[in-house]
């Protein structure tokens, strides 16, 4: 009997190794084809199915992380490898095209300034960010379709500078209907963009230079050890120049990198924005309340005021009030000047935050911000991003204008099907009646659109036209 048993159980042993060694086999061949997409400038999104009810090991970029090798997964949770969400080797532009290889100091200073460390990293809502259009020839064939999340900010900004381009710029001569926002094609879409970036990182190097980042298919470093790697960063190359039209016509050139699923234009955008400004002038941006420009909130990266501002105004002063505050509230001197925003811009500036109102800390929009050149805001609405805008370019040069007068709204969420068109009468104060049951909040009678408008144009009624209010 006992030499039956151990008869079976040697028979069962090469079974175990077979079994064994194919495992291995496969997390071999898991590391293998990790090399080939890493050389490659690709990333596995996931490689691993696991069982049903167990939590994924998020790493600090918020990616699940590999099995480590004792917990090796056994054959049926052995997947084929999943499509990779970074940059295609296709939008990874020759090494020789000319540009400056990014250096791990500059790798490290631009992580200190984006999140004030060297080790966190864009998570994969960051890293799927692009600028994606809506259908050409259709009612948002002008808009920018961008989902909740940290780099719908930026994206709205970039918004805001397609409108003003598709408005005004390439007819400066006069204003454009909404129509012509319409009859955007894909050609049109793609000359837009580049106008709007070029703009936002020309104005940020002061109308005298700009810088474009773009991904290559080479690593400029590999290690560092106050770094970790992100397989994009260390991959940068920068192309200075010192003429505007040369930064235009640079990005439609290439403006696959910044509009295709998977190009990470949103972080390429960013980081030209960063060396557009450069790190100097950062640094004497920024004031003691703010030393980075992005911070973690629920999970997610989000953009800080001084972020809002340079893509907005070209620097990134801290707060939204209107020059250099040099006093408290009491009049005491301060030991370091708050900076606030020192002059116009194209596209302004709204806030409304219901959250703030509720304890009195609704921060002060200055005359700078809410007055922009051209009758286009955006709209930071408890916590998330619109623009608001109107055809008209003499709405903020003729004061008979704001009496009564239309306003477009766009959120850039994919439910959002046309544009809202909002009426404002200024003169109207019908808004602040109310029955008396829903008095002393006007949050619970009007959106928050409503009231982001009123911090422009107090006491305004505004009608939607139809439109079932949102927001």
């Given at each position: 009997?006992?030499?039956?048993?151990?008869?079976?159980?040697?028979?069962?042993?090469?079974?175990?190794?077979?079994?064994?060694?194919?495992?291995?086999?496969?997390?071999?061949?898991?590391?293998?084809?990790?090399?080939?997409?890493?050389?490659?400038?690709?990333?596995?999104?996931?490689?691993?199915?696991?069982?049903?009810?167990k939590a994924e090991d998020?790493?600090?970029?918020?990616?699940?992380?590999?099995?480590?090798?004792?917990?090796?997964?056994?054959?049926?949770?052995?997947?084929?490898?999943?499509?990779?969400?970074?940059?295609?080797?296709?939008?990874?532009?020759?090494?020789?095209?000319?540009?400056?290889?990014?250096?791990?100091?500059?790798?490290?200073?631009?992580?200190?300034?984006?999140?004030?460390?060297?080790?966190?990293?864009?998570?994969?809502?960051?890293?799927?960010?692009?600028?994606?259009?809506?259908?050409?020839?259709?009612?948002?064939?002008?808009?920018?379709?961008?989902?909740?999340?940290?780099?719908?900010?930026?994206?709205?900004?970039?918004?805001?500078?397609?409108?003003?381009?598709?408005?005004?710029?390439?007819?400066?001569?006069?204003?454009?209907?909404?129509?012509?926002?319409?009859?955007?094609?894909?050609?049109?879409?793609?000359?837009?963009?580049?106008?709007?970036?070029?703009?936002?990182?020309?104005?940020?190097?002061?109308?005298?230079?700009?810088?474009?980042?773009?991904?290559?298919?080479?690593?400029?470093?590999?290690?560092?050890?106050?770094?970790?790697?992100?397989?994009?960063?260390?991959?940068?190359?920068?192309?200075?120049?010192?003429?505007?039209?040369?930064?235009?016509?640079?990005?439609?050139?290439?403006?696959?990198?910044?509009?295709?699923?998977?190009?990470?234009?949103?972080?390429?955008?960013?980081?030209?924005?960063?060396?557009?400004?450069?790190?100097?002038?950062?640094?004497?941006?920024?004031?003691?309340?703010?030393?980075?420009?992005?911070?973690?909130?629920?999970?997610?990266?989000?953009?800080?005021?001084?972020?809002?501002?340079?893509?907005?105004?070209?620097?990134?002063?801290?707060?939204?009030?209107?020059?250099?505050?040099?006093?408290?509230?009491?009049?005491?001197?301060?030991?370091?000047?708050?900076?606030?925003v020192l002059a116009r811009?194209?596209?302004?500036?709204?806030?409304?935050?219901?959250?703030?109102?509720?304890?009195?800390?609704?921060?002060?929009?200055?005359?700078?911000?809410?007055?922009?050149?051209?009758?286009?805001?955006?709209?930071?609405?408890?916590?998330?991003?619109?623009?608001?805008?109107?055809?008209?370019?003499?709405?903020?040069?003729?004061?008979?204008?704001?009496?009564?007068?239309?306003?477009?709204?766009?959120?850039?969420?994919?439910?959002?099907?046309?544009?809202?068109?909002?009426?404002?009468?200024?003169?109207?104060?019908?808004?602040?009646?109310?029955?008396?049951?829903?008095?002393?909040?006007?949050?619970?009678?009007?959106?928050?659109?409503?009231?982001?408008?009123?911090?422009?144009?107090?006491?305004?009624?505004?009608?939607?036209?139809?439109?079932?209010?949102?927001?």
């Amino acid at each position: 009997m006992l030499d039956t048993m151990k008869d079976d159980a040697d028979s069962d042993v090469p079974h175990a190794n077979t079994e064994l060694d194919d495992i291995l086999t496969q997390i071999s061949e898991l590391d293998k084809w990790r090399e080939i997409f890493n050389a490659r400038g690709l990333e596995l999104q996931d490689c691993i199915k696991r069982p049903p009810g167990k939590a994924e090991d998020d790493g600090e970029d918020g990616a699940g992380t590999a099995p480590s090798s004792s917990r090796r997964p056994s054959r049926e949770n052995t997947t084929m490898l999943t499509p990779p969400y970074s940059v295609p080797r296709a939008l990874a532009v020759s090494p020789g095209l000319g540009g400056l290889p990014v250096s791990p100091e500059m790798a490290v200073n631009l992580r200190k300034v984006l999140f004030g460390n060297t080790f966190h990293i864009f998570n994969y809502e960051w890293k799927k960010s692009f600028f994606k259009f809506r259908e050409p020839v259709s009612d948002l064939s002008y808009a920018l379709e961008a989902e909740r999340g940290g780099a719908r900010a930026i994206q709205m900004v970039v918004q805001a500078n397609i409108v003003k381009f598709l408005l005004f710029t390439r007819n400066a001569s006069s204003d454009c209907c909404m129509q012509s926002l319409r009859e955007v094609g894909e050609k049109l879409q793609e000359r837009a963009l580049a106008a709007a970036l070029a703009d936002t990182l020309w104005t940020a190097g002061e109308e005298q230079s700009a810088t474009v980042a773009l991904v290559t298919s080479e690593h400029s470093f590999t290690r560092h050890p106050d770094y970790k790697t992100d397989n994009v960063t260390e991959r940068l190359q920068l192309f200075n120049f010192s003429e505007k039209e040369d930064v235009r016509k640079f990005i439609y050139e290439h403006i696959q990198c910044f509009k295709e699923d998977g190009s990470h234009g949103v972080i390429l955008f960013l980081y030209s924005l960063i060396f557009s400004r450069t790190l100097e002038r950062l640094s004497e941006d920024l004031d003691s309340t703010t030393s980075h420009l992005l911070h973690l909130s629920l999970g997610n990266f989000v953009c800080r005021q001084a972020l809002m501002n340079l893509l907005l105004t070209g620097r990134a002063s801290p707060n939204t009030f209107n020059g250099t505050l040099q006093h408290d509230e009491q009049g005491g001197p301060l030991d370091r000047p708050l900076h606030g925003v020192l002059a116009r811009s194209d596209v302004g500036y709204l806030h409304w935050s219901r959250e703030q109102v509720q304890h009195s800390q609704l921060p002060a929009v200055g005359s700078m911000l809410k007055t922009p050149k051209f009758p286009i805001w955006v709209c930071s609405i408890n916590g998330t991003y619109s623009v608001l805008f109107s055809p008209k370019r003499s709405l903020l040069s003729d004061w008979k204008m704001e009496h009564l007068f239309d306003l477009y709204f766009y959120n850039g969420q994919p439910s959002q099907r046309s544009t809202a068109l909002l009426t404002v009468d200024t003169h109207s104060h019908h808004w602040e009646m109310g029955d008396g049951l829903t008095q002393g909040d006007p949050e619970k009678r009007f959106p928050s659109v409503e009231m982001t408008i009123r911090t422009k144009w107090e006491g305004a009624a505004i009608d939607w036209n139809g439109t079932v209010p949102f927001f």
